[in-house]
């Protein structure tokens, strides 16, 4: 079928709803998804981010969901308290665009929990969106219960594994019954995951839609070496060359976000700051200042690139690489959505070109720029220092000759000669190298350390 959105297993209350919300043409996800879901298929689903799979798994749920009865009979698990949070306001707008009677129960940590229970022992709901642990300790307590489920979708399944929810999942998914369909969806598939999916799933559908690890065409992807200068003034710069609509600064640490935040914002720019030390309510406030306009400069660490969903970002700065090199792939997603063009730019110093290798290898391109006078410029690709690296590798014109005079003159042991002057040769090479590589990067560390004083 060429439009799922018709289906004609889906109730005509759900194709009325969509059209209310001016959803007329689905999605790659949601053209797979859909119909397998409908079928009551258990599906593993690798999608990007903004792929629209949200309502790939919302519309097949409450397709099922029986309204007339009072039980769980659907689960959404979210890895953090944000992303469960946008999932509920958007099971919300579905639901009433859909003129549906369902009750949804938003479930997370950080939010009142005795209320919670409260709710629950008034009324059952028919959809649960919830983070693991709360709902662990929840179903652990039976004041959940989810012997009715019919359905279980685990979102950002990769995400889950890093945070180290997946044991949480693990005990609720025990309690569920034998027949339950499971949707998981995830960014990427790592091995572990791969491990946990094939322990619970039998015979899955594997959905695979584009690759997650190459960066949308619509997104412009630049890197540029800082070298001695200073990080934060680089930043500040590049966040001022035009007049981004949004943009996002990427950072390691909680550290760095504070110091970054303050830095940008003793430079007069109105920057506000996400990061996992921040309470939940403030969190929730930034988000609705942002998505109010109130912000043009976010700084964060990898929560907001896995855990929050905001629109219109124009345009991402990592401040530096990810120690797992996947987050490059999200933070970079996090512009460039929905068909509009995006920018994003990766500061690096000389040392790390190795990572970026092993980027490109992920089938992630770069185009090497320098800031000159203001303004972005494309630079020499950086493989060109590798190239000319190799070409000084070749044996210098005087071993050249040694070689084809020795062959010439056939002299006893002359392949001997030949090979131990070019090991000799090669030695000193490396020997000299070693010794550049190191005053290269002690100079640069010097550098950077007065520039950031």
């Known amino acids: 079928m060429s439009n799922v959105f018709a289906d004609p297993r889906l109730i005509a209350a759900l194709t009325t709803g969509l059209k209310k919300i001016n959803f007329t043409t689905p999605t790659p996800v949601q053209k797979q998804v859909i119909p397998a879901m409908l079928s009551h298929q258990t599906v593993v689903v690798q999608a990007a981010t903004g792929s629209g799979k949200t309502h790939a798994y919302l519309l097949p749920l409450f397709n099922q969901i029986v309204a007339e009865t009072p039980v769980v009979q659907a689960i959404v698990t979210a890895p953090s308290r944000e992303l469960a949070d946008q999932l509920y306001q958007v099971a919300k707008e579905l639901r009433d665009a859909c003129g549906l009677d369902i009750q949804i129960a938003h479930l997370a940590g950080g939010t009142d929990r005795e209320r919670q229970v409260t709710q629950l022992t008034h009324r059952n709901p028919q959809l649960v969106i919830a983070t693991p642990g709360r709902l662990t300790d929840l179903v652990k307590k039976k004041i959940l219960t989810v012997d009715q489920v019919k359905t279980f979708v685990i979102d950002e399944a990769d995400m889950t594994l890093d ?8 005990t609720v998914m025990a309690k569920l019954p034998k027949d339950v369909q499971v949707a998981a969806f995830s960014a990427t598939i790592p091995v572990k995951l791969r491990h946990f999916l094939h322990k619970y799933l039998t015979r899955p559908e594997a959905i695979v839609v584009d690759n997650p690890t190459v960066i949308a065409p619509t997104i412009k992807n630049d890197l540029l070496d800082v070298g001695a200068k200073n990080r934060k003034h680089v930043i500040y710069q590049l966040l001022t060359l035009g007049q981004p609509y949004l943009a996002m600064v990427f950072a390691n640490t909680k550290q760095t976000v504070d110091e970054l935040t303050k830095y940008l914002q003793d430079q007069g720019l109105k920057v506000t700051k996400i990061h996992g030390d ?13 998505e109010a306009g109130q912000y043009q400069y976010v700084v964060a660490t990898d929560l907001a690139a896995r855990g929050l969903d905001i629109d219109g970002v124009s345009l991402v700065i990592n401040a530096e690489i990810p ?7 999200h933070r970079i997603g996090r512009t460039g959505r929905n068909g509009l063009s995006g920018h994003a730019i990766t500061l690096i110093h ?14 992630i391109k770069f185009d090497f720029v320098e800031l000159r006078s203001g303004v972005l410029q494309p630079r020499k690709n950086h493989h060109a220092r590798e190239q000319r690296r190799a070409k000084n590798d070749k044996l210098d014109p005087k071993l050249l000759g040694f070689v084809k005079k020795e062959k010439r003159q056939r002299k006893p042991g002359y392949k001997k000669k030949i090979q131990a002057a070019i090991k000799d040769d090669a030695a000193k090479k490396r020997k000299l190298q070693t010794r550049h590589d190191l005053r290269v990067k002690r100079r640069h560390r010097q550098q950077r350390n007065q520039s950031e004083r």
Do not use: Q, S
Not at 163 to 170: P, R
Not at 278 to 290: D, S
Not at 350 to 363: K, M, S, Y
């Open 350 to 363: 000389e040392e790390e070109l190795n990572r970026i290798a092993e980027l490109e290898h992920l089938g």
């Open 278 to 290: 921040i309470p939940a309510r403030e969190r929730k406030r930034v988000l609705r200042r942002i």
């Open 163 to 170: 945070m180290g929810f997946l044991a949480d999942v693990e």
């Open 323 to 329: 120690r797992d090199l996947e987050f490059v792939v």
